[in-house]
């Protein structure tokens, strides 16, 4: 192990100059209080061996002899006591006239320490009673203090046990001016933590994972639960359109685009038994959301063109079904179409290790049409088989759990939350939480709109009474009091605060992001209509960061753009991204005065070329050369008052006189420069095409030798 010389100087009651200083007088470099000196190195300036003179003037042997005499003083227990151990000549207590420059080690008993050490050791003159520094300066001994990220100067004086107002101390010997609510930047916590000589670890606490099936069920408790189906596969391979007709509904035509845009959760019956199933969007854009319905989903139908294949969204969603081990049947879709190939793709699977049932394997495939109805009664069929041989069984009678599948926030009821329930049966009022969300259950609607009392296992419903919108993806439960909720929902939110307050306090200098390479930030302020929308938006203009430009979303949320969003866009030389939803008429006005400039969308392709637009605007345009002619030098001419002048041919291309030349010697460049001249016999020209002779100078240079060849070029910029 190490010490630091904060902790030396601590241990040997000396100033970290003077540790310093002693150090280097051993020949060992140290830069700084903060430096780690090692063991031995220790022990042999500091240890009992040690034949070097302290500050005090006695030797290291004789130090040793006054510790001792130092343990015997607080073992005596005679209150706060200066012991000093004998030298060769007694030592005498100091007088009041003479200046003590030195530090001597003060051991003070705990019983002192608790009075606020009022008495004074009677060897010592009324003068020198009070011993502050020791004292007041003294920092419990602690290892391993866990502070969160964005901690106040408050949070941080009670971390580390001494008063906020030693931190605000610390702080200004920093050069920082804070107050007890201020937050705190991690580089700020570690710079206090060494001045304090306290250990500390910067982390947010980890919530422990809430566990899905309590151990304790009863298995007579367990019954039977609907099977939840998620609907996955490529862009336009007909998933929505698959869903609809077995709904008989439908709800394509309100998506924009065609294009599913949200998870939608809906019920339906098949030979008296229920069947949940989740439409998760296919495109890019939301892989969140896809892994997210495969994370609460019993059975995946994995929908595939038969005229187009396996697809990248396809492949991807292969690989979420095994990731979270969902069996899988294969909805091969569009058989209808002219050039539909089953046999291609029925290849295509095996390929990735999916082998059909007619190929010998245990992959379930049912050619379905869509448009026609055409398989529709067997996928059902298949997809309770499947459902059947995994058992699936839930406790109703337990608190109710599950997955938060849907948010968003109507004009007309307030935040409005989807849920899927993994076990439990929810209720008409009860307190529920999810995530930084929570409240009463003031009403419940299935997924036709009709108002329910209570729903088991497997059911999706939406549910009305939360304080906010909760996270698509969030695990909701029931807990037992409202108060319990709000408590719990608090605390996240002050988590979730904190964590938001450290990363927009750090401050970057222009330094930092010139040594980035001109790095430079498009800061989006995002809101959305629905969670689901506003997790994919995040995670496709993710993807768009580049070496050079790099996306941060400063906020992200639900509902419509605020007066409140512009103001964050104006701070931080953003702009506002609005999907599904509109600014409102303050909002509006603050960004017309701010200019702050808002887009809105309907369809995400479009936000996202849009973006990658903007983005290509803020990189700075490539340079790019384009070569105009190549001439060879025949003959030089010294012309007064011009220098040489280079008699050429042109052998390619037009000379043009902007142009830049290269001159090229043996294949090698001597002189890169501008055009001084560009004549054809006396006169001045603009252009000399290709066969034609001329005579050109270049700019300070009249090394021109017959033979060299001249290249002429033009830079243009080249927008990215």
Request: hydrophobic fraction near 45%.
């Given at each position: 192990m190490s010490k630091r010389v904060y902790e030396i100087a601590r241990e040997q009651s000396l100033e970290n100059k003077e540790v310093i200083q002693r150090l280097k007088e051993a020949g060992v470099e140290v830069k700084s209080h903060s430096s780690s000196v090692e063991d031995n190195v220790y022990e042999r300036v500091f240890g009992a061996g040690a034949d070097v003179e302290i500050p005090n003037g006695r030797s290291a042997a004789q130090e040793a002899e006054a510790q001792e005499a130092r343990a015997e003083a607080e073992m005596s227990g005679h209150g706060a006591t200066i012991a000093e151990a004998p030298a060769e000549e007694p030592v005498s207590v100091p007088q009041q006239g003479r200046p003590q420059k030195k530090r001597r080690r003060v051991v003070i008993d705990a019983s002192a320490r608790n009075r606020g050490a009022r008495q004074a050791a009677p060897a010592a003159p009324a003068a020198r009673e009070p011993v502050r520094a020791p004292v007041d300066e003294t920092v419990p001994e602690t290892s391993g203090v866990r502070v969160e990220p964005g901690a106040t100067v408050k949070d941080l004086g009670e971390a580390f046990g001494v008063p906020p107002t030693q931190i605000i101390k610390v702080l200004m010997g920093l050069g920082e001016m804070k107050t007890l609510t201020q937050t705190l930047s991690t580089e700020e916590i570690e710079l206090i933590s060494v001045e304090l000589g306290?250990?500390?670890?910067?982390?947010?606490?980890?919530?422990?994972?809430?566990?899905?099936?309590?151990?304790?069920?009863?298995?007579?408790?367990?019954?039977?639960?609907?099977?939840?189906?998620?609907?996955?596969?490529?862009?336009?391979?007909?998933?929505t359109s698959l869903l609809d007709r077995i709904r008989q509904a439908n709800v394509q035509s309100g998506e924009a685009g065609g294009i599913t845009q949200h998870i939608g959760a809906y019920q339906v019956e098949s030979d008296g038994r229920k069947v949940t199933f989740i439409d998760t969007p296919g495109h890019e854009a939301f892989t969140e959301m896809r892994a997210r319905g495969a994370k609460v989903t019993d059975?995946?139908?994995?929908?595939?063109?038969?005229?187009?294949?396996?697809?990248?969204?396809?492949?991807?969603?292969?690989?979420?079904?095994?990731?979270?081990?969902?069996?899988?049947?294969?909805?091969?879709?569009k058989i209808d179409v002219p050039n539909a190939n089953q046999d291609r793709v029925l290849g295509e699977l095996s390929e990735r290790e999916l082998v059909p049932e007619v190929y010998g394997g245990d992959t379930v495939t049912v050619p379905v049409s869509a448009k026609t109805g055409e398989g529709i009664d067997e996928l059902l069929e298949n997809i309770l088989v499947v459902a059947e041989l995994e058992d699936l069984k839930a406790n109703p009678k337990a608190p109710a759990s599950g997955y938060v599948i849907e948010g968003e926030r109507d004009p007309g009821r307030g935040p409005v939350a989807t849920l899927l329930l993994s076990r439990g049966t929810l209720e008409k009022s009860d307190a529920v939480l999810a995530g930084t969300a929570y409240g009463r259950v003031r009403a419940m609607l299935d997924y036709t709109g009709q108002r329910v009392k209570q729903v088991g296992p497997g059911t999706p419903v939406e549910i009305l009474g939360l304080s906010g919108v909760p996270e698509a993806g969030t695990r909701f439960e029931v807990v037992d009091h409202e108060r319990i909720a709000r408590d719990r929902a608090q605390q996240a939110e002050e988590r979730l605060r904190r964590q938001e307050l450290a990363q927009g306090g750090t401050r970057r200098t222009l330094e930092e992001l010139l040594g980035e390479g001109g790095t430079q930030d498009l800061n989006l302020v995002i809101k959305a209509d629905v969670a689901g929308s506003v997790e994919a938006l995040k995670e496709a203009l993710a993807k768009l960061s580049t070496d050079e430009v790099r996306v941060n979303i400063v906020r992200s949320g639900v509902g419509a753009l605020t007066d409140s969003d512009v103001m964050l866009g104006s701070a931080s030389d953003g702009i506002l991204l609005g999907f599904n939803v509109r600014p409102t008429n303050?909002?509006?006005?603050?960004?017309?005065?701010?200019?702050?400039?808002?887009r809105t969308y309907d369809v995400i392709y479009k936000a996202l070329e849009e973006i990658e637009a903007a983005m290509r605007g803020m990189l700075a345009p490539e340079i790019e050369e384009r070569e105009s002619a190549?001439?060879?030098?025949?003959?030089?001419?010294r012309v007064p008052n011009a220098g040489v002048v280079a008699g050429c041919y042109v052998t390619g291309g037009e000379i043009f006189r902007n142009n830049r030349v290269r001159v090229?010697?043996?294949?090698?460049?001597?002189?890169?420069?501008?055009?001084?001249?560009?004549?054809?016999?006396?006169?001045?020209?603009?252009?000399?095409?290709?066969?034609?002779?001329?005579?050109?100078?270049?700019?300070?240079?009249?090394?021109?030798?017959?033979?060299?060849?001249?290249?002429?070029?033009?830079?243009?910029?080249?927008?990215?």
């Open positions: 306290v250990e500390v670890e910067i982390g947010a606490v980890e919530e422990p994972e809430p566990v899905e099936v309590a151990p304790d069920d009863d298995p007579a408790d367990l019954v039977e639960k609907p099977p939840v189906v998620t609907v996955m596969g490529h862009v336009d391979h007909g998933k059975v995946v139908v994995l929908v595939v063109a038969a005229d187009d294949g396996i697809m990248p969204q396809t492949a991807e969603a292969i690989e979420h079904a095994r990731a979270a081990g969902v069996p899988m049947v294969v909805a091969l879709n303050p909002a509006k006005q603050v960004a017309e005065r701010e200019g702050v400039e808002i190549t001439a060879e030098v025949r003959q030089t001419f090229v010697r043996d294949g090698t460049v001597v002189y890169e420069g501008n055009i001084a001249s560009l004549k054809r016999f006396r006169d001045d020209v603009r252009s000399v095409r290709e066969g034609f002779e001329c005579g050109v100078g270049v700019e300070n240079f009249n090394d021109v030798k017959e033979g060299d060849v001249l290249e002429f070029f033009e830079t243009v910029e080249v927008p990215r």
